[in-house]
């Protein structure tokens, strides 16, 4: 119907050098969608606007990036992908220099839609690992180029904010750069070709979308879970910095930064799960993943939430569990449709940024309304929804492979 072909096996598999060349590369790209959040202060006062206004900064980068996810990425089934990745990177540190020389917060929106849509890199590199490598490191494969990028989100808020502090704001973009400028020639060098899977026209390649989002009960339950799961993670990052100010706590912004370290920790069990998931029953691990989520929300907001000890073993523990729920999902959709990684994991993935844009907005509202009480309910609710739409919509399913 749509001209869907297996796709070409590799000549070769996935090398180590190859495998780590996206993993550090899915960290230095996506890092340039989160340098803003830590110098929207620095920019509001560069520009002399107020923080409501400077806003648009970070929201117009996660609307550059879902617009790429939804519009870019479903391309790399229908163009050779080291060409469609090449093609696409140079407008990378173009639009990062267009945002170090805004002379204006209307030059910098712009700028920042731009860094975001074209950022979308990583979300190429996932399917890609999956598609090179060999049937027995698959999951192993999307495993490590998850943490590089997991870890890369984490880290860019610590060093942007460290750069932003000493440096200044605009420093932090022109690195940023010039870091892309050094990876684009490294990656004309080393990135291996992949052929393309899909023979039809764009029209038929964008409704091929909505054919396997409608055909396939796995995936419609993968993107639940995923939406439910990146709502309960923004819920947390969004408010955390709230919460550490009031009391008993009264820390600055700079200990919220460090819990950022915690993450990362957390993000690591994508590339120790990849290794052994195809030996796991996949069913039981997002049960499983989905209760200890549960259980870190409880010490994360319950009676014992006023002591850091309480803070940080909730922490590395959300980070680890829907982690890996995530790396569970995509393993699972990628498996189905080995012919149509790239839109699958689009599906996937717009799923996934809607339930983060939800948890963020409405984790706000309960901020404002009940504080940290209001936002461990919300991140109660979504892991709940979670737990009841796998436990109930999976009997309709075909049984989730082990």
Known sequence: MFYDRQPAPPDSGLDKRTLWLMTVGAGLVVANNYYNQPLLGEIARDFNVSESEVGIVAMLTQIGYAAGLFFVVPLADMFYRRRLVLAIFPFIPLSLLLATFSGSLTGLATASFLIGLSCVIPQLFVPMAATLATPDRKNHAIGLVMSGLLIGVLASRIISGIVG???????????????????????????????????????????????????????????????????????????????????????????????????????????????????????????????????????????????????????????????????????????????????????????????????????????????????????????????????IFRRTNTSISS
């Open 165 to 391: 502090e000493y440096l200044g704001w605009r420093y932090m973009y022109f690195g940023g750069a010039i870091a892309m400028f050094i990876y684009w020639i490294i990656l004309i060098r080393q990135l291996p070709e992949v052929a393309p899977g899909f023979t039809g026209g764009y029209t038929a390649l964008m409704r091929s979308l909505a054919h396997y989002f409608r055909s396939d009960p796995e995936l419609r339950l993968a993107s639940w879970r995923g939406a439910c799961s990146f709502a309960t993670f923004t819920a947390f990052w969004t408010t955390l910095v709230f919460h550490l100010e009031g009391p008993p706590f009264h820390a600055g912004s700079g200990i919220a930064g460090a819990f950022g370290i915690l993450g990362v920790a957390g993000a690591i069990a994508p590339a120790i799960l990849g290794k052994r998931i195809d030996r796991l029953d996949k069913n039981r691990v997002i049960i499983i993943m989905t209760v200890v989520t549960l259980l870190s929300w409880f010490l994360l907001g319950g009676p014992g939430a006023t002591s850091y000890l309480a803070l940080i073993i909730g922490v590395l523990l959300i980070d680890m569990a829907l982690q890996a729920i995530h790396l569970t999902n995509q393993a699972i959709i990628f498996a189905r449709h080995p012919e149509a990684t790239n839109r699958v994991n689009t599906i996937y993935m717009t799923s996934y940024f809607i339930g983060g844009s939800l948890g963020t907005f409405i984790a706000a509202l309960a901020w404002e309304y009940m504080g940290w009480t209001g936002v461990t309910f919300v991140g109660i609710g979504c892991s709940v929804l979670m737990l009841l739409g796998h436990l």
